[in-house]
């Protein structure tokens, strides 16, 4: 569970950077499929670089590049 994993403030920075994240997804991409990939790589950057609310926001926001990207490969 990932309340085992981290503190109270590194869950809420991940909340944060979620949050901020998704606000930059076009609206026919916001979807549950879409915040879980982010989610994803925003847990994958807090156990492997940083806990940061900067850092976590930065790789929520290229989860979202990488989404928008491979959303107009199609």
Do not use: W
């Not at 549950?32 to 930065?58: D, W």
């Amino acid at each position: 569970m990932i309340t085992d994993e981290f503190d109270e403030r590194v869950i809420a920075n991940m909340d944060v950077a979620l949050d901020r994240a998704c606000r930059l997804l076009p609206e026919k991409m916001a979807d549950y499929s879409a915040r879980k990939f982010v989610a994803e790589k925003i847990i994958e950057c807090a156990k492997q670089h940083t806990r940061t609310l900067g850092g976590l926001t930065e790789a929520a926001r290229r989860a979202v590049a990488e989404l928008s990207a491979d959303a107009k490969a199609s």
